[in-house]
Structure formats: C-alpha cells, structure tokens
C-alpha cells in the first residue's frame, strides 16, 4: 500500500462500498493499484473487481480472520478435528453468562439447544441477537471463545449505527436478461447497456435513499417465458433474505414475459416487502389504472412471445417434413452441409462398427466397454470460449442414442413423427428398423420378483454432503442380496473415480435412523419444544401419543410404520442431520401442522463407518459440530488463489497451474472474499449445514459482511 494512501475509516465504509457500485474499470484499476499497491492482472471482471475492493475496504476497517480460526480450518482440511471441537463442546446442563447494559442474561445448555428466560433457542447466535438486537457470533458473544483463549468483541457504536443507516436505505438490485447470446462477447453488450441505464436511474433517485447494490444479476441467452433462470433465481433468494428492497429493470419485459410468471414474482416480493421498478415504463402499480396498466403491458409481452415461439415451431416441423436438417449440435458420423448433411468418412466406419457389435453382444454396457477397448472416442469439440468438450470414451447413453437415432438411418425425427430426410444413410434403413425391434425387445425384460422383494424405506430421503442424493443398490455374496445406499454419482458416472462417494450398509443405516428417532422421541421435555402454544391440559394426552410414536420406531419392526417420519437425512463426514415430517408428526399427534416447531423437527448426530476387514459397520451417536473438511479445504485453496491474484496472477494462469478450468476457480474464489465471522463458524463447525461448498458454488453471496451473515444465518 503507498505512503500516500489512507485507510478508510469505519463511519466511511458504507458510502466507499456504495461508490465501487457504479464506478467505471479505469477507477477500479485505480482503486486496486491503491489498496493492494501492485498492479492488477490483466482481464479480471467487473464483479469480481468490486466483490475483491469491497472484501479489502472491510479488512481495513473491520479486521481480517483471527489466527486461530485460519488454524483451526487447516486442522479441519487436514482430516483433523478443529480446537472448538475437541474439550470445548458445552456439555447439557453448562451455564453461560453474559452482562449487557446492566442487565445480567444467563443462558442454560440443554439438550438440542439452549434455554434463557424460560424461551428455547437453537443456536447462541440466535441468543445474542435476542440480546443486542445485531446479528453476532454467538460463542463470541456469550463470551464462550474466551474461555477457551478466545476474545470477546462487543458491537461497537458505529457499526450499530451503520446498521439503522442500512435500514433506512432502499436497496436496489438491477436485473438484466437479453434472449440470446449474440453479442454477449462484446466488451460492452445489451447486459452492459441495460445496467447502465438502470444505474443511471438509481442515481437520480439518491434524495429519495436508492443504493445501489454491487452484486449484478445478468441473465444472457436466456427467454423471458420461464423462471428458471441462475440471475433471477439468486435475486429472489436475496429479495427474501432480506438483502434487495427494489428491483430495477429496463423494461418490464426484462423481468419476464408470462402473466402468470409475473404473478408469482410479485406475490413474493409482496411477501417480502420489496417492489419493482422501470425504468422506461413509469405508472403506479399501487392504483388499479397503473395495475391495469402494466397487466396489459405483460400481456401484450407474452402474446408476443406466444406468436414468436408458434412461428418457430411451425418453420421448423415444416422444414422437417421436407427432411430438412435444422441446426443444432451436429451428430457424430457427420458433418453440416447446408440445410443437410454429408457423411463424416472417419467417423462412419465407427457407426457401423458399433451397430455390428450390438448384433453380436446384445448388450448397450458390453458394446461400450467393447468401443472403449477399441479406443473409440467421442467427437471433440472446440468452443470460441477457449473451451472443448468431448474427446472422451463412448458412455452407455452415447451408443444407445447411436442404435436408435433415425438420422443414421437417412431419416429426420420430429417429436414422436419420423420423415424421410435428404441426408444420405449410414446404416440401411432396413437394418435399422429391425435393430429398434431388438432394442424394443429387451427393453421390455420383466423384473423377477426377488428383485423387488425388500425395499429400501430411505429412498429419496437420503443426501450427502455435495447434495448429491443417496440412490439404493445391491449386490450378491454366496447367494445372499445385500442392499446399499450409494451416491447417485457413482451410477449416473461409473467411469470416474469418486473418493468422496458414499457406499452405505442399507440395513445398518435404515437400524440406525431408527434409532435416533426413537430415542428423540423418547425425551421426556421433547413435547414441549416440538408442539407450540401447548396448553397444560394437552401435556398428558400428547406425551401418550408420543410415546407411542417412539415405540413405532422399532429397528426390528416395520420400516414402513417409521419410514415416513422422515423428512430428509443429510450425512456428511462425521455427522448425520434427520428432519422431521411436519405433517406426519401432526397427523400421528392429532394436531394442526403450524403447531409443530420448525427447530424441534431437526436431530443431529455423530456419524461414522467402523471397518473390519472387509466388513464395514456405521455407528450413529450422539451430536458433534459439523466440521466440513470439504468447505475448509476449499476456503484455504481459495485464498490461496486469491493471493496468486494480488500478487499478478490471472485466472488463466492459476487454471494451469492447477491443472483445472478457470470457470472453476471463479467459481471458488469468492470463498476467499468471506467475512471472518462466517469462518469462526465453519472453523468451530456452526455453520448451517446446508453451507457446503456445493451450495456455494451454485450461488454467489454479495461483497458485503453484514450481508453475507444475513444469507448465511437464514439458510
């Protein structure tokens, strides 16, 4: 950092986060060359730019991790355990006490949570913010830390004061989206453009409190007629957290073109509180001429999508009952030839190489392993990205789409209609006819019974730590069929090597499950956390029927009887998290579903495999912290990267360095950019459990501290 150049002070940390908003590249090349005192490296984006400067903005003004918790994540990547998991755990019956503007609070450890003035809390977190009125650490606050070398650090008087100013501001998000991916490799696009525009807007609108957010929700080549969209799925989730109270657009068609879709957006911005802006279509929503207003407006938007989408389908099933190829990704033992196509004379003999070994193997697993053994490969395609695909072994999929495409056959299909093409034939058209009727044949095999005869009750239930959900198998030794519960990756990618895969004994899992909702069920004071606003005169009765329910989940007796309690079981290394079906608990209470708490529905416990052998045992416990060695491991890597960057690395030269894609490491660097207290959490294994680095990497937080936490407190 230069000689010249002064740390921004905390009062003037909102305004300089504001400021990276709507700055230009030349003034955060500036902005960087200030804070970090090296030059930046070349092609770094605009997000990341302001997400890197605003992560350094709040070091200097906040402070950075402590020593301790970058200790104790690489004890965690390392595969060992972190020091406030080992002799710190708070043991049932512990009491802290906390002083806070001369009141005295104390807080009771109980069993799955915690107890002050007679209320049940599921966190200290949760403890502190009913204290001091601010989202906190909650061990940091209660003064847990301490006592265990820690510090306590009270909130001070202006980061109190920078919250209430946080309140009084209308945060603004703006939503970009353009139909199509033309142009979007421009240096300055329609997204570009867009955004300018709207942040011109905001501006304007300084006197009335509009900030604007750093974080950019651009949607390229994606239509208006669907939700499922990355951008606008992200700015929802954050509309909900609490994090956006307006969203600006350009033109309301940006937001969406489906009435119906528009509908459901601002039923949830109603729920939420927020509203919606546009920036070249001004009426009032909130009288019915401007509703009416904008309700035509969106209709006249969707018809034209309508009318749009007809004439395209119409052109194209036109285009194929003349046997017209129309576009696509072009199919492998061919090459584009016009609106045709002409026949690849490498790749051919490959088709029908594969179709002769089909008619002498009859199996779709046999002639891949056989094209495999042969060195077949897959077509490899190059992108104007930089990036390629294929080049790689023929997978099931791959030769089963090879038999039964018609184009091979000199065909062109259309939905469930097949035509004549002008294209010239790889197989004979007879030959093909008669391959599909094999292909028909043995898809057709009945399942003997013994296949079905023992079900797997957790199917669809189960979940490991990258989301990936549990899929039941089997196998057989000497005769015996031997269930398990394996990672969906491990079927859907057999080819590759999983080393974090899953591969469980069903029946000992199915035992275990059985028991930590038994004896859950079993604790004598679970009644009164799990059912709200119980009355005296309600105790007896639903403890009978408690009982009752615990007693149903009996390992030894019917799955089918406690199977259903089961909501969803996420297990990770060392731990496993049940949730409770809130409707069948009401329903075997006899009670209202709302009357169910939503944190009594959640039991933790310790998780392990114990090996002998060849033989391998689970064992279920008691609850431990969920330390997550993925999520460490991935954080330390991250600030690695990050490091590399300010030292004049680009993510191009990491990429090789790390002998992985760049879309990946921007995909993981922002674990560098996290706020400190967010690692205390993951260093002492309080982090939701849904914070993997799986869900990160499907979403990007915003630069802002006090917003990470929100997200992160509210998953």
């Known amino acids: ?83 406030a998991s080992v ?11 906390r002083e806070w503007q001369g009141r005295t609070w104390t807080v009771e450890v109980i069993d799955g949570g915690f107890l002050m003035a007679g209320e049940r809390y599921v966190s200290l977190s949760a403890i502190a913010r009913k204290i001091t009125g601010a989202r906190w650490s909650g061990p940091d606050s209660l003064g847990w830390l301490r ?36 142009g979007l490799d421009q240096d300055f696009n329609s997204l570009d453009a867009q955004h300018e525009a709207c942040a011109a807007y905001v501006t304007s609108q300084k006197a ?3 900030v604007l957010i750093a974080t950019r929700y651009d949607d390229g080549g994606l239509s208006g007629g669907t939700l499922e969209r990355p951008a606008l799925q992200r700015l929802l989730a954050d509309i909900e957290a609490g994090l956006v109270d307006q969203i600006v657009v350009y033109k309301i068609d940006r937001l969406t073109r489906s009435l119906s879709d528009f509908a459901k957006i601002v039923d949830r911005l109603d729920a ?61 033992g061919y090459q584009p030839d016009g609106r045709s196509l002409k026949i690849d004379e490498t790749e051919a003999p490959i088709i029908h190489r594969i179709h002769d070994l089909y008619h002498d193997l009859g199996s779709v697993r046999a002639v891949a392993e056989r094209a495999e053994d042969l060195g077949y490969r897959t077509r490899l395609r190059s992108f104007a990205t930089g990036t390629s695909t294929g080049g790689t072994p023929f997978s099931r999929g791959h030769i089963y789409q090879i038999l039964s495409n018609p184009l091979y056959a000199g065909r062109i299909r259309h939905r469930d209609k097949i035509y004549d093409g002008q294209h010239p034939a790889i197989i004979d058209p007879a030959a093909w006819d008669e391959m599909q ?65 899953w591969r469980l004994p069903a029946r000992d899992l199915e035992n275990g499950v059985a028991r930590i909702l038994r004896d859950h069920l079993r604790k004598p004071t679970l009644v009164t956390d799990l ?38 079981a996420d297990i990770a290394q060392g731990s496993i998290l049940l949730r409770l079906d809130r409707k069948v608990m009401a329903d075997r209470l006899g009670i209202a579903p709302d009357r169910i708490d939503g944190a009594a529905r959640r039991i933790s416990a310790s998780f392990r495999m114990q090996r002998r052998g060849v033989e391998a045992r689970i064992i279920l416990g008691a609850a431990v912290p969920q330390v997550d060695p993925v999520l460490a491991k991935n954080i330390l890597t991250a600030q690695e990267w990050y490091a590399a960057i300010k030292a004049g690395a680009s993510f191009g030269d990491l990429a090789i360095r790390e002998k992985t894609a760049s879309s990946r490491i921007q995909q993981m660097i922002g ?37 990470q936490r929100d997200i992160v407190d509210g998953i």
């Open 272 to 332: 939420a509180g927020a509203s919606f802006v546009s920036v070249t279509q001004s009426f009032n929503t909130a009288t019915s001429m401007g509703r009416l207003t904008l309700n035509m407006l969106l209709s006249f938007a969707q018809f034209e999508r309508e009318v749009t989408a007809e004439r395209i389908r119409d052109k194209i099933a036109a285009s194929k009952k003349k046997g017209l190829w129309m576009g696509g990704t072009v199919p492998f």
């Open 531 to 568: 059912v709200r606003d119980i009355t005296a005169a309600e105790v007896r009765d639903l403890q009978a029927k408690l009982r009752q329910v615990a007693n149903d989940c009996d390992p030894e007796g019917a799955a089918d009887v406690w199977a259903p309690l089961l909501r969803r």
């Open 208 to 210: 009335e409190g509009w």
């Open 671 to 707: 674990l560098a950019l996290l706020a400190p207290d967010v690692l205390d959490q993951v260093a002492a294994g309080s982090q939701p459990v849904s914070f993997t680095s799986e869900w990160f990497k499907r979403r990007q937080l915003p630069a802002d501290w006090i917003q």
């Open 147 to 182: 006592r265990f070398g820690g510090t306590i650090r009270p909130p001070s008087r202006l980061i109190a004061e920078r919250r209430l100013e946080m309140a009084r501001r209308i945060r603004c998000a703006i939503y970009t989206r353009k139909s199509s991916e033309e």
């Open 1 to 83: 950092m230069s000689a010249a150049y002064q740390p921004v002070a905390l009062k003037d940390l909102p305004e300089a986060l504001t400021a990276l908003a709507t700055a230009d590249r030349a003034a955060l090349l500036d902005r960087w060359r200030e804070l970090i005192a090296a030059p930046p490296p070349k092609n770094l984006s605009l997000p990341f730019l302001r997400r890197a400067l605003a992560f350094e903005l709040q070091w200097q003004a906040l402070g950075g991790p402590k020593a301790r918790t970058i200790e104790d994540l690489n004890r965690i990547a390392a595969g060992r355990a972190s020091r």
């Open 87 to 97: 002799g710190t755990r708070l043991r049932s019956g512990a009491k802290l006490i």
């Open 437 to 501: 009727e094999r292909l028909a044949s043995e898809a057709a095999r009945v399942r003997g019974r013994s296949n079905a005869a023992e079900r797997s009750p957790l199917v669809g239930k189960l979940f490991d730590e990258t989301g990936d959900r549990l899929t039941p198998s089997h196998s057989r030794k000497n005769g015996k069929r031997l269930r398990y519960y394996i990672s969906r990756r491990l079927v859907t990618n057999r080819r590759e090597k999983h080393a974090d895969a």
